[in-house]
DNA sequence: CTTGACTGGTAATGGTCATTACCGTACATG
DNA sequence: CATGTACGGTAATGACCATTACCAGTCAAG
């Protein structure tokens, strides 16, 4: 029916890794079956198990891929030479766009869950993604501060008061199914909305402080 | 072995609700076993058909009393005669110390995972928790608009900034098993300095507008 | 004491699932 | 053409689980 034969494994374990990764979504860990995930990629078990040992070991494939490629934080080029407003508006839209996109809603849905399964896999997902990704802010919050572009604070905290904002109850409602992703220009509002509360919430004070 | 009669079934419903509570928290629904939950609340499982019916209909039962209970806006008095910053400080202390309680990250974490499943009782969930807690505050912050304490603006958007920055990386991280809650003195720390960024972003302008 | 509503304990039923085992086939190289 | 390797299909095995059934004790009213 499908193809009857692939190049040695790769693009087989590719395929069984994005079906795998859709059931699991949907349908969380436990209640994942094998066979499940067969009938979408088609093939045979003997397939999963060769190639990932169990069903522990497939999921941990798929938490550990998805962790750093739909994660991974905002190039340093992408902001070079922008200013504070720019950078916080191309990293806010970029953050929320990712964060709202089906693979990674997916895999924020099965950490939450599986927190106590799979502490391992967790903390590796929390470290590569949105830990990540504050402390890559924190970052340029520092050097705006250096330049004297915002007031002084603890930039790890800004930096995770910004992902809050962008990561509020849009996020959640997508999160909890209650409403579709949002569309770019919904994205692009409520990233504005967030950099000019932020902004002028950090700014340096126009009266100097008595 | 425990003891032998109650009265005819209220205390004993309560009993079944916080031992089932426990287990569907720590476990998700479809790992959680009946049998699991008789071992902690003692009884029969006959107790438990014929007061809830199923295992969804107890689950059911779970997820509409921690909803409302433990996740209720606070009431007007709590904040009647504060000025802004004050108001936001309870408000956000209060928020803080629920989202971050046991019971809430319990429910949290079976909302999350369980939407598919039942999107009535997420919905639900939602809206009696998380959606009413950021009206309550918008109607706050519309007054004070009125006021002229802070500037114009869609209150209900600003809610969602400071819910959201309440709600960051450090709820993620206790969601996530991998810190426990924060004690009163960094909730206090937390909170201020989300009070102060967000007062200072939404504050009426020094200097007019050009 | 008798009866009945309720409860605890335990087993039966029927279903699902992870994991493994078998069987036959297609392909690639010799 | 011969043969080994990897594959698809399907079934076997052993475990777990929701739900129901069955049995026996306990309490309270008559």
Not at 98 to 107: E, T
Request: proline residues 5%; glycine residues 8%; negative net charge.
């Amino acid at each position: 029916m499908a193809a009857t034969r692939m190049e040695p494994n790769e693009s087989r374990r590719q395929a069984l890794l994005r079906a795998a990764a859709e059931v699991f979504f949907e349908q969380g860990y436990v209640a994942t079956s094998i066979d499940a995930i067969i009938e979408r990629a088609g093939g045979s078990k003997r397939n999963i198990y060769s190639e990932f040992g169990n069903k522990e070991g497939l999921f941990a494939a798929i938490v550990r891929e998805n962790s750093d490629s739909a994660l991974s934080t905002l190039d340093a080029g992408d902001v070079e030479g922008l200013d504070l407003r720019a950078t916080l508006t191309v990293f806010g839209r970029h953050l929320m766009e990712v964060y709202m996109s089906p693979p990674v809603v997916g895999i924020y849905r099965i950490a939450v869950t599986e927190a106590n399964r799979f502490p391992e896999l967790v903390k590796a997902f929390y470290e590569q993604g949105p830990g990540r990704t504050t402390s890559r802010l924190a970052e340029v919050l520092e050097l705006a501060r250096a330049r004297g572009d915002i007031r002084a604070g603890n930039s790890e905290r800004l930096a995770e008061h910004f992902v809050g904002m962008i990561r509020d109850n849009l996020h959640l409602q997508v999160v909890l199914g209650l409403r579709p992703a949002p569309s770019q220009e919904e994205v692009h509002e409520a990233v504005g909305s967030a950099v000019e509360v932020f902004l002028n919430g950090v700014a340096t004070p126009l009266t100097p402080p008595d």
